[in-house]
């Protein structure tokens, strides 16, 4: 695990999934022992095809009459997944479905701001 993803998984025990897309460049991982985990091959597709497709179309509506995109949440039937674009990909941190993903794009940003995203 590298430093990003322990300080992103270091911010709650809510945080229970941390993808890291660089160009083609895909790091996965979740924490142990979460119910309603979705399967680790649909994971890997889901980063490297839904979400850029997702954070495209979001972007370029953002970018012409919104101010840009900075983040976008989807809430799954089993957990909320955010996605926050970087310069080379995107960074999706994934909490539990209780959780409140409001009150943790500060936290997010925070440490995305500090590893250089």
């Known amino acids: 695990m ?17 993808a890291l897309l660089r160009g083609r460049d895909l790091e996965l991982q979740e924490r142990p022992g979460l119910a309603g985990a979705s399967a680790s091959e649909t994971d890997r597709y889901e980063e ?11 972007r370029r509506r ?12 989807i809430r799954y039937g089993n957990f909320w ?4 674009p970087t310069a080379e990909g995107h960074v999706n941190v994934g909490l539990e479905p209780d959780a409140v993903p409001t009150e943790h794009v500060a936290a997010i940003r925070s440490v995305l701001t500090r590893a250089g995203y």
Do not use: K, M
Request: proline letters at 5%; a negative charge.
């Open 48 to 58: 490297l095809l839904v979400n850029p497709a997702v954070l495209t179309l979001l």
């Open 81 to 84: 997944t955010g996605l926050f």
């Open 62 to 73: 953002g970018e012409i009459d919104c101010g840009g995109l900075d983040h976008v949440w």
């Open 2 to 18: 590298n430093e990003l993803t322990q300080a992103l998984f270091a911010l709650s025990p809510l945080v229970r999934y941390v």
